[in-house]
């Protein structure tokens, strides 16, 4: 297999940055999810997992500038995100009161319904949303969702037949000609070595399959929504995930084992 994509995403749900390196370590990605946007009534960290309230995160995108996270608004403009600046564009853009915070409190928590519900129901209906705890699986402060990394490959992607940043993967494997879809299941508890130009680098062992929420779904950026993100894996690829249940699934989730730096074009093999 092949790296074909690397992307971090600065502010957990905006949109993200490809990259042709990056380092990574048991913490994760080298600056991906270093910031959220936190409700300041509740204390819950925004995510378009619950799109009626947060999918305009999804019209934002963060990059990396000099170490400094920067935000671009839908209208172009540049803001550096722990500017006091960015929280009051961000509070009148999303329509709630939010903070930027850049340091993952214990406990800290998502809300997310099901993406049936949401798909039945439409992203302004008011639906039952569970209360979920990030970065179980990460140490570190990020505000990743699980596991320190996420991957998926492209045929997976192929099968579903959508573009890959809405699943916001950090790696996109190129995998052989005839490879089943929905191959990640099978890789988990295993080790993926990365062969890289200058020798061996980095080992990942695969934690999970990825659970999927509404977020593929819906428009990021300047796609438009896209239903079958989810329905296809309703109807293909439900999976039994140890601690979260029976779930459609895209993709896996891993830890890294040793660091190192991921290059676009390193190959990967499974051990």
């Known amino acids: 297999m092949r790296i074909t994509t690397l992307r971090r995403y600065p502010v957990k749900s ?11 370590d048991p913490g994760g990605v080298a600056f991906d999810r270093v910031l959220a946007v936190v409700d300041r009534a509740t204390d819950v960290v925004a995510t378009a997992k619950h799109p009626r309230l947060w999918r305009d995160l999804l019209k ?28 009051r564009v961000l509070s009148e853009a999303l329509g ?3 903070r930027v915070c850049s340091e993952r409190p214990d406990g800290a928590t998502v809300e997310r319904p099901d993406p049936e519900d949401v798909l039945e129901h439409g992203v302004e209906a008011v639906v039952e949303a569970a209360t979920l705890e990030i970065g179980q699986g990460t140490p570190g402060t990020t505000f990743v969702d699980y596991a320190p ?3 998926i490959t492209s045929a997976t992607l192929d099968e579903v037949g959508v ?9 996109v494997l190129e995998t052989p000609p ?8 099978d890789w988990v508890g295993r080790e993926l070595e990365v062969r890289g130009a200058n ?3 980095p080992t990942l062992r695969i934690s999970l399959p990825t659970p999927r929420c509404s977020v593929p779904t819906l428009e990021h950026g300047s796609l438009p929504r896209a239903a079958q993100a989810v329905r296809t894996l309703m109807r293909s690829n439900r999976v039994d995930v140890p601690g979260f249940g029976v779930l459609p699934c895209a993709g896996c989730y891993a830890e890294v084992t040793t660091a190192g730096v991921l290059r676009v074009g390193d190959e990967l093999a499974l051990r």
């Open 149 to 151: 990394l996420h991957l």
């Open 199 to 201: 020798g061996a680098g």
């Open 178 to 185: 005839g490879t089943a879809p929905f191959v990640e299941n």
């Open 60 to 87: 934002f995108s963060a990059r990396i500038d000099d170490d400094r996270v920067r935000i671009t608004t839908p209208s172009g403009g540049v803001l550096d995100a722990t500017h006091p600046d960015a929280e």
């Open 14 to 24: 905006m949109l993200g940055e490809d990259v042709a390196e990056v380092r990574i």
């Open 96 to 98: 709630r009161p939010v």
């Open 163 to 171: 573009e890959n940043v809405r699943y916001r993967p950090n790696v």
